[in-house]
């Protein structure tokens, strides 16, 4: 694991599956560009293990990750840093469909939602789906204000790298 800081308060870690290219297997429909959170108990462990269950299901194909930002929280302070990373991912699903999923895949592991900006285990987030624009009172895609987070910016950045 490769640690740098970026500033006093961000600093970028590389690890073995973030950022990294995958080579697509099978054909899908669509591409969406997942947003990653978490700060409860060993992140870059789940953050790992989140690419090893997307590789093992059907639903999605990770085709590349960024690198992992450390970065203070915003909304409710009285917290641990969060670590954050975007994963793009092939699927043949539908938007609704993929947030179902994630909402699944959050759940199992251990994600408890108790109040807005809470701490979390694992957070996934629709930033992107294809060019799509999406506004219905369960899903926003582009996901609302992503480009004045630091914690989203950056990480998507090193996709392109």
Not at 30 to 48: E, P, Y
Request: one cysteine or more.
């Amino acid at each position: 694991m490769l640690k740098r800081a970026i500033n006093n308060k961000l600093t970028s870690i590389k690890s073995k599956h973030y950022p990294r290219c995958y080579y697509p297997v099978k054909p899908y429909r669509f591409i969406a560009t997942i947003g990653i959170g978490g700060n409860v108990s060993n992140v870059l462990r789940r953050f790992n293990h989140l690419v090893f269950k997307f590789r093992r299901d059907k639903a999605v194909q990770v085709l590349k990750t960024g690198f992992i930002l450390k970065n203070p929280p915003f909304g409710y302070t009285e917290q641990e840093d969060f670590y954050n990373s975007v994963i793009l991912v092939g699927t043949s699903m539908q938007p609704k469909e993929l947030l179902a999923y994630l909402m699944r895949v959050e759940k199992y592991f251990s994600r408890k939602r108790t109040f807005k900006n809470a701490p979390r285990t694992l957070d996934l987030d629709i930033l992107f789906f294809d060019n799509r624009v999406i506004h219905t009172p369960k899903l926003i895609i582009p996901h609302p204000h992503w480009q004045e987070r630091e914690s989203v910016v950056i990480p998507l950045l090193s996709l392109s790298a």
